[in-house]
């Protein structure tokens, strides 16, 4: 059964894709959470991944947030988790708390 608001939750799920496509990285960010939680669009984490990582590499800090959380979660690739790793690390320094929280929760559950 659909919900009443998922024709909304589509529309902007669309919007997202067109700013994300024409390089404005907060919509990324967006849309990864959209994928991330299966709203407007299917669940599609790998996806929301994709697109987290590269708002986070635009200086998007709650889309470095969101991409520290699901490292943690071991939801990343053990090949694409270094350089996660160095990418969250340069946010960390940069004074990202919440980054900076899930590396070192990170570093204590696999040392």
């Known amino acids: 059964m659909s919900r009443p608001d998922e024709p909304s ?9 067109r700013a994300c496509d024409g390089g404005y990285l907060p919509s990324c960010n967006g849309l990864g959470v959209l994928y991330r939680q299966g709203l407007g669009v299917g669940r599609d984490d790998a996806r929301a991944i994709g697109l987290f990582r590269r708002a986070c590499r635009g200086d998007v800090s709650t889309a470095c947030e969101h991409l520290s959380f699901a490292l943690v979660a071991g939801q990343i690739p053990v090949g694409e988790r270094a350089a996660d790793v160095a990418l969250l690390n340069d946010k960390c ?9 899930n590396l070192a929760e990170l570093r204590r559950a696999r040392p």
Do not use: P
């Open 9 to 17: 939750r589509a529309a902007a799920a669309k919007a997202f894709a």
């Open 93 to 101: 320094l940069a004074g990202d708390a919440i980054v900076c929280t």
